[in-house]
């Protein structure tokens, strides 16, 4: 079966830092999705990226998927307070039971001293 | 405003009752789907629909039920075979349920489970 591992775990940085969260698979991936969730609510959907080295942007916050297809960074740039939160991967299952659904990374935690 | 809506928010079961979780979208997807959420973990597949009145099993559906009457509704229901319920449960849904290929799973607020 597949997994995704992110890294790391959890990660403080002062405010207006630069930050990477890595999320590896197990298998090649298929699609790549990258959501953020506050505590206690649902998960906001970022950025989707499917091709080998592609790579794509969205305000501050730049995704890219690598040419082997088996890993993903998330790099967030001049940090702030409205970034703190858990950021999850979740790729295309494509390997044993439920295709066509996601499976997902353990989620990193960052939180944004001001 | 297109989206989903989960209630209640927060929902408290007593041993041996069973429960049930709203969800509804008005996105027009045909697939939706449950997650449940433990802390520290990632999301977990609990069942899922890709058209109505059809639906499957996930990682961990025992102890769950789910009915798929209406495009727009996919309850679940937490029964007392649930052994460990504590969680918070997340619905999302999609155009398709990746019949068409990838597509995007929008997420709901969130419900709240606790045992009394």
């Known amino acids: 079966s597949q997994e995704l591992e992110q890294s790391p775990q959890s990660l403080i940085v002062q405010e207006g830092k630069n930050l990477t969260i890595n999320c590896t698979s197990s298998k090649t991936l298929y699609g790549l999705y990258w959501y953020k969730q506050k505590y206690g609510e649902g998960l906001i959907f970022l950025m989707m990226l499917q091709k080998g080295g592609e790579e794509k942007s969205h305000e501050k916050i730049t995704a890219k998927l690598d040419e082997k297809k088996q890993q993903s960074s998330l790099h967030i740039t001049a940090s702030q307070p409205s970034h703190a939160g858990i950021y999850l991967c979740g790729a295309d299952r494509r390997y044993g039971g439920s295709q066509g659904n996601l499976i997902f990374g353990k989620g990193t935690k960052l939180s944004v001293k001001p | 405003d297109g989206g989903i809506t989960q209630s209640p928010k927060y929902l408290f079961r007593k041993e041996g009752q069973n429960v049930t979780l709203s969800c509804e979208q008005n996105?027009?997807?045909?697939?939706m789907y449950w997650y449940r959420q433990d802390p520290g973990q990632g999301l977990r597949l609990i069942y899922y629909?890709?058209?109505?009145?059809?639906?499957q099993k996930g990682d961990i559906a025992e102890g769950y039920s789910v009915s798929r009457e209406k495009k727009e509704s996919f309850p679940l229901t937490v029964t007392s075979a649930q052994k460990n319920p504590t969680a918070f449960y997340l619905c999302?849904?999609?155009?398709?349920?990746?019949?068409?290929?990838?597509?995007?799973?929008?997420f709901g607020p969130g419900t709240r489970l606790l045992v009394l």
């Open positions: 629909s890709q058209i109505v009145n059809d639906f």
């Open positions: 999302a849904s999609s155009i398709s349920g990746g019949l068409a290929g990838r597509e995007t799973q929008y």
């Open positions: 996105l027009n997807h045909d697939a």
